[in-house]
């Protein structure tokens, strides 16, 4: 009983349960029900699974989702409905959330907007964020603008991972497409550009209780504490640093060499022909320590599980704090598919590494 009208649908894509689709076109493997999306571009699981409405959204990347009441769409000026949205890879629009146009997000991939959140008309540029209504006390001198959302930079990185390589795994083995052939990995050469020039400005910035797109660029109509901003820096250089060591281990893999053969540091030159290779090297900063490189890698990837586990452990720490002992969690963190697939995921890597270096 949906209702689509001069559009496309994708490969494996769905449209279900009184929807309504005018004037789009959506990806490979999407899911739409219940929800009216129009004069949109949608790439590959875009999900909107309750009421919801999204107007003139331009979003190539999809792998996002759009939470039940959210209103996309303000795109009328009283003027010219003229104005419209570009979505970012792996966007979340949180339950009853109402997103102001004109709004531009593609530089801002895999990020949250909570729950009941409205945001004004901005250009995000900063990765894994999360916007919210204030949480943090702001002094009362402090002379922010009205409306204001607080911005937390790379929150989803550093409090909710479980979520990003949930979605990666959930995409991958969901995908049905035969003809499109689809990028699945949150934490991609250009997300690792993005984070690494988001990086960048946070490092520029001066000491400050608060920060506004005044004082940083790509803050969007919100705001940043500096205690966010720290937390920020740390978890950016962590991605973005085992980003460059995963570069590494592949060049020697590539090359059929141990990390102490005479020839691995000939890994280390550059190549002109592999532009991921190019970027990684500029990250190590001209590093040459292979065999330590390979062990902080091993560190690094111990500690991402341990986030992983971390993150699903918050959740049923907290059902049991509200519900009480009498309702457990369905499947307890230790249990769950993703935190055993990620210690799997380590205990690989470990091993790889142990030969690389033997």
């Known amino acids: 009983q949906s209702v689509v009208r001069d559009s496309v649908i994708g490969e494996h894509a769905t449209v279900e349960h009184n929807s309504l689709i005018r004037e789009s076109y959506l990806g490979a493997n999407s899911h739409i029900g219940q929800a009216e999306v129009t004069a949109s571009l949608l790439g590959p699981f875009v999900a909107a699974h309750h009421q919801s409405l999204l107007i003139a959204a331009t979003w190539p990347a999809g792998r996002g989702n759009i939470g039940s009441g959210a209103q996309v769409g303000s795109n009328h000026t009283g003027r010219a409905a003229d104005q419209g949205i570009r979505c970012g890879e792996g966007l979340f629009f949180g339950l009853g959330c109402l997103l102001k146009f004109p709004a531009d997000f593609t530089s801002a991939p895999h990020t949250v907007i909570a729950a009941g959140v409205t945001t004004l008309p901005q250009c995000l540029e900063f990765p894994f964020s999360l916007i919210n209504v204030p949480t943090d006390r702001v002094d009362a001198a402090a002379e922010l603008p009205t409306g204001l959302n607080q911005l937390t930079p790379a929150w989803v990185l550093r409090h909710s991972l479980y979520q990003v390589r949930r979605n990666d795994e959930k995409h991958r083995q969901r995908d049905r497409a035969r003809h499109d052939v689809l990028a699945l990995d949150a934490l991609s050469l250009h997300t690792i550009q993005l984070m690494q020039e988001a990086l960048r400005r946070l490092e520029a910035a001066e000491t ?44 020697l893999e590539t090359a059929a ?63 049991a704090k509200i519900f009480g002992a009498a309702v457990s969690a369905t499947t307890p963190a230790q249990e769950d598919a993703m935190v055993k697939l990620s210690w799997t995921a380590f205990e690989q890597l470990g091993q790889e590494i142990d030969s690389l270096l033997g």
């Open 208 to 251: 400050q209780p608060l920060y506004t797109e005044t004082d940083i660029a790509g803050l969007g109509k919100n705001f940043l504490t500096r205690a966010g901003l720290e937390d920020a820096i740390e978890t950016y250089r962590f991605h973005v640093n085992c980003y460059a060591l995963h570069s590494v281990k592949q060049r």
């Open 257 to 319: 060499v141990t990390a102490h053969a005479p020839q691995a540091t000939d890994c280390l030159q550059p190549d002109p022909d592999d532009a991921d290779w190019t970027f990684a090297r500029q990250l190590l900063g001209g590093r040459t320590d292979i065999p330590a490189m390979l062990e902080e890698l091993k560190t690094a990837t111990r500690t991402m599980a341990e986030q992983v586990e971390n993150s699903k452990r918050k959740d049923d720490q907290r059902m």
